[in-house]
């Protein structure tokens, strides 16, 4: 049976759960060998962060890698387009999540609350640069109106990352809001039973856990 290394509050573990459960795969989570961020674990998986896949000798541990292995070897669903502009399109929105979006999400972490106590202004600077990013991902779903409609590998991360920002928001002030067309392509993936499922096991434990 599949392996993944995750812990149940990890964005990416997350995103990596929608892919296995749109594709009906069964699989098995352990937590990281010694614990989160420990040698063992980098003795295990290079980079050292989560998710990691095992799949019998083979260990990947890039959320987009595994994803597109599953969608190699498990074909149906297909989550990558067969043509190629629609193709190119989804990992384009992927790689948007991965590169642009999250990265300034993850940029709060060191803040949240009951953690440390961000410099004067900071929240205010990473709140206009997570806001910049969504006004960027309109703008990309202009390029393609049907996102969402399928689920593709390129949507599995938004709807955690969004779950967060829901969650951050009020809780640190940030005053973000959401543009159009990115609340209607939301409304498209939440609607994807893969991402319904996991968001209804996610979202209370990820609540939890900032409350905690
Ligand atoms: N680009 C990587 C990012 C994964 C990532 O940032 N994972 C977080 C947990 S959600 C992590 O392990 N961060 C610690 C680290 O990278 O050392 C992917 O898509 O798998």
Known sequence: MLETYAIPVSLYCAKLRIVLRAKGLEWREIPPTGG???DEYKAIVPSGNLPALRDGGLLICDSEAIAEYLNDIRP???MLSHDPAARALERDRGRFHDTRLEPEV?????????RTEPEPGFLAAQAR????RLDQLARFLALAPEAGDRLSLGDCGYPVTLAWLD??????????SLPGPVARYRDRVAAQPAVAAELGDYG???AAFLDG
């Open 36 to 38: 989160y961020g420990s």
């Open 167 to 176: 969650e951050l928001t009020p809780r640190m002030e940030l005053g973000l």
């Open 204 to 206: 209370p434990k990820l």
């Open 76 to 78: 149906e669903p297909p």
């Open 129 to 132: 640069a997570i806001q910049a």
């Open 106 to 114: 993850r940029r709060l972490f060191p803040y949240l609350p009951g």
